[in-house]
């Protein structure tokens, strides 16, 4: 049915004959209904007659009924697709020629009408999300919750005065967070009620919202128990600098699901280990304390040379932590007392789960001697007297209770929230979250129109010095926007974004001072868009290779400005300054990551705002969010629509966003490569599609896509055939409909197959890479064969 939807983007005047139209004609009909049907079928005769010497009227014709009468898009277009299929059947690979031929056809022939896109006509009906009662009730209230607070210090709760003053010089870090007050005193709290019946060293499961400081609230405790055993030593021992070296083996792990967050747990850890000399002692006092990282990307024979030095603090990922205890030998982890499972829910997760218990019997077999062990460098009462384990995350559920019993003993959970009701999941207060009901087909124009308007320095002066979050569902619609975003604007009917030569290079002398000359596809990651004038794109997700997704990790993270797109994989954990918009392109898999995006911005009691796009098919995701105590305001797709229509220029916002999708398509149309990417795009995002958890199918389903609406979100003109091989996705009749939903179940088993056994095994973070045709294909011959090797 979508065939037509080139030939269908314009509608003209309506259906006329002679000078008049076919109704003002019926009603100069007197007589029986019989007689009105006799003249309106005589009428329709004409009008087919006419048609053959018009095509743009029969056009006209057959979109202005079918807008009037609602008869679905495939009966009115069958007219019309042997003319279409001329464009359609030929793999999609016509040229720009071709197109615009085809497109200056219908507007030559119409020239004297209003010419308004076909993203305006047949879009589903949006419920009047007013009348909904759906989210009459925003509780955003305006008081941070995860700001720091005043009524306590952190010397106040026992820290090291040298530790705390390096946290404030390095980090500006003055006041502790709601999270951080709760938490320190009680991994604090054996070395201060020191005695056999008080507090013992307790295992924490801390509940707190994102940007809360949590990693402050685990670190500090440790860093600030490791200096005070330091000292202990050397007052026993004045005459030696520190009786402790880096030799000592492992004294804390830090789990964490991806490799960005562990670096930036790493970075944060350096920061306050690298402290000047006491005032009190004029000694260093964590010179001897080794931080470091293990997270695959690099040799693993480094790695190994670095664990066998000895790392006193390490970092790491499953997936190589595990490698790592199993093959290492020289890993000295018998010391181990202190295990941090950062994301902790993330970690629980399907396909990390195995490799998480795999880690923790190891590591149980292997410190179970650490109290036999003890000699006289772990005679300081400053050392916990078992192994704590301290979970965290923004959002952890009852699963974490599978932990208790071989990894948490009798654990205490912390909410960071005081407003904490039962809920599971908990936003920032002041964070304001809004949602729109886009039509498949409106989408990209709605994505256009809101980048620009917040980056629009005539509306807003400091519209350059924040940074802004798209989130998509998958690898391949990460590539395809990234590339239409930079390089569309030459496309558009009006240039709309005025750019100059200079415009779209990337602007060396700005970023010299991060800028790798070592990356050699740094245009590819990064780059100014053209579409949004001036503005730094970047891009992320799984499928990158690990040093082009630090360096983009990296560079975002100290840019003023930019937009980021890309997946999940920059949902968890990361901090990254300044981030004032989120944009939830494609909803999330799972009401989790809906949490963890959102929590990009409106971190330590900052301001943020938060965007979720829904079809109109995904209403009720809306009750789903409610239902967890999350309240999102409804915006009006018309409302930011407009904001696309120039200033001064009294000109229609449907013209514009016509203009603009108009552009995206000539610019889809213009190659074989960007078709190609636009087809992978679209493929991908109906895969990914099916990957929504189970308990929100009914909302996002695959049958409820209107495949042809999909596909002019990615600036097509028809649904691509081929989603894989076997299925043809675009074919309407129920038997392909049927093959399709049980592809798409075959696919679901496969992805669920991928995720258990590639992700634990590898290591590979690509876990968030789900829709891309890589992860789709399974593994290759060469990855089977390393994998039987591991085995
Ligand atoms: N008490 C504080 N005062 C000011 N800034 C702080 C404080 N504690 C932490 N920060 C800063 O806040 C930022 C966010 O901290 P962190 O990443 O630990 O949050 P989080 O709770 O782990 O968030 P998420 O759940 O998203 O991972 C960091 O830049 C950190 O340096």
Redesign the pocket.
Known sequence: MDNCELILNFVTQGPTVGNQSIRSKLKEVRGSWKEKNRVRRSLKKEIKKNSRSNDASLISINVEARSKTNVPEKQNVKKQSNQSNKYSNNGGNETLNQFNNHLNLNIDSNNKTQIISSIFTCNPEIVDIHENKISKRNTAHHKPSNA?INDISFTGMGLNVDLVTNVKDK???????N??KKVIPILLSSIQNNDDTGNKDIDIVLQ?????????AYLLPIVHRLIRITTDLQNANPKTRSPLSRSIGTLAIILTPTRELAKQILS?LESLLNLPPSRLSDRHLTHWIVPGSVIGGEKKQSEKARLRKGINILVCTPGRLLDHLSSTKSFVVEHLHWLVLDEADRLLELGFEETLQKILNLLNDRTESMNKLKNNLFSSPMWPKKRQTILC??TLKDDVKRLVGYSLSNPVYVRGNDDYKGQIYSTPNQLKQTYVIAPAKLRLVTLTAILKSIFDVEKNESAMNHKVIVFFSCCDTVDFHFDLFVNSGNFHKDKISNISENDTEWNMDIDEEYHDESNSKPKELRSLSTVVPKVRLFKLHGDLLQRDRTTTFDEFSKSKSGILFCTDVAA??L?LPNVAKIIQYDPPSDLKDYV?RV?RTA??GKKGDAILFLLPSEIEYIHVLRSHEIYAEPVQVETLLENLAPINENKDYKVTATDIQLGFEKYVYSDTKCITLARKAYSSFIRSYATHSASEKHIFHVKKLHLGHVAKGFGLREAPSNINSKTDLNSSNSKNMTKMMKSEKRLDAKLRNLSLKRIAEEDVNNEFSIGSYSSLLGPTTKRKRKNDQIK
């Open positions: 720091p980090l500006g870090v003055e006041k502790p967070t999270a951080q707190a919202e994102t940007g809360s400081g949590k990693t402050l944060v995350s923004a968890r954990g901090d963890h929590g971190r330590l």
